[in-house]
């Protein structure tokens, strides 16, 4: 059975940092493409970032290219996302899901980043 598990989400103010994790595991998370999306208050999914199966090749929404950055450790089954100089529109729950593009896959329960001050 997938599952997948996220971790480390927070308050912080703008301009802050913060990584949130995906434990994965019920598959062989390295043969997969891994992606994040997230859900703002009142809002549908969005997609956030792609990572392929390897690591070699990254994807972002304009919205957030250059301050986050996605990657994963095969070696432990999980997934990061490092989201830096955050915004307040940046607030969200944020999922790990698999595959590549879209917002649809199977996802964990969220994590929720709220960035206030």
């Known amino acids: 059975e997938v599952q997948l598990v996220e971790s480390g989400g927070g308050l912080v103010q703008p301009g802050g940092s913060l990584t949130v994790s995906c434990a994965a595991s019920?598959?062989?998370?390295?043969?997969?493409?891994m992606k994040w999306v997230r859900q703002a208050p009142g809002k549908g999914l969005e997609w956030v970032s792609s990572?392929?199966?390897?690591?070699?090749?990254?994807y972002y929404d304009d919205s957030v290219k250059g301050r986050f950055t996605i990657s994963r450790d095969d070696a432990k089954n999980t997934l990061y996302l490092q989201l830096d100089r955050l915004k307040t529109e940046d607030t969200a729950v944020y999922y790990c899901?698999?595959?590549?593009?879209?917002?649809?896959?199977?996802r964990g329960q969220g994590t929720q980043v709220t960035v206030s001050s």
């Open positions: 990572i392929n199966a390897g690591g070699g090749r990254t």
């Open positions: 019920g598959f062989s998370f390295s043969d997969y493409h």
């Open positions: 899901a698999l595959g590549l593009t879209g917002v649809s896959g199977t």
